[in-house]
T-cell receptor
């Protein structure tokens, strides 16, 4: 099925560093979501974005809905060891008349203490 | 508050055996329900979704089927498992069309 292009695929960073990841699509999306998945667990919703240009924060996390509606960005400031996990973006295409989200392939984050 | 329960957490089944994974949602009514599969190190693939009792939509042809016998119950089944059915299966729900999903804790299925 269709998937979003998410980058980077993985990253190793030092504790305290800032992290940036992004998601792009060839289609226009109405909604962008960012999830985090810990090993062996289901993904947990971090941030939801509903309007082009919207910038939303959740603690040290900030996400933006791209103005073209074809991309989204997630930033993590001052990373800590518990930020380790897989981050997924998900989007709802504007042409979708149903309830389905398309997921990115994930960014695997590893934080070095 | 709403909660989603998924079981079992892990399952090891022989090739050719049947499968039944169950998902229930509490604290809401008429949820949209979804089954996703996640292969090792990969993204999430939508398998089935349901917008009401007895209403099942299949996203990809496969060896699996889904049923929704009650409003808040979603079941994933197979009559004969294949090795390729191994993976991490996630149930999810939402209410409104564009609300984000809430996922269950997943079932790790290994077919041997």
């Amino acid at each position: 099925g269709q998937q979003l292009n998410q980058s980077p695929q993985s990253m190793f960073i030092q504790e305290g560093e800032d992290v940036s990841m992004n998601c792009t699509s060839s289609s226009i999306f109405n909604t962008w979501l960012w999830y985090k998945q810990d090993p062996g667990e289901g993904p947990v919703l971090l941030i939801a974005l509903y309007k082009a240009g919207e910038l939303t924060s959740n603690g040290r996390l900030t996400a933006q809905f791209g103005i073209t509606r074809k991309d989204s960005f997630l930033n993590i400031s001052a990373s800590i060891p518990s930020d380790v996990g897989i981050y997924f973006c998900a989007g709802a295409p504007s042409t979708s008349g149903t309830y389905k989200y398309i997921f990115g392939t994930g960014t695997r984050l590893k934080v070095l203490a | 508050s709403q909660t989603i329960h998924q079981w079992p957490a892990t399952l090891v089944q022989p090739v050719g055996s049947p499968l039944s994974l169950e998902c229930t949602v509490e604290g809401t009514s008429n949820p949209n329900l979804y089954w996703y599969r996640q292969a090792a190190g990969r993204g999430l693939q939508l398998l089935f979704y349901s917008v009401g009792i007895g209403q099942i939509s299949s996203e990809v042809p496969q060896n699996l089927s889904a049923s929704r016998p009650q409003d808040r119950q979603f079941i994933l089944s197979s009559k004969k498992l294949l090795l390729s059915d191994s993976g991490f299966y996630l149930c999810a729900w939402n209410r409104e069309r564009l609300n984000g999903y809430t996922f269950g804790s997943g079932t790790r299925l290994t077919v041997v």
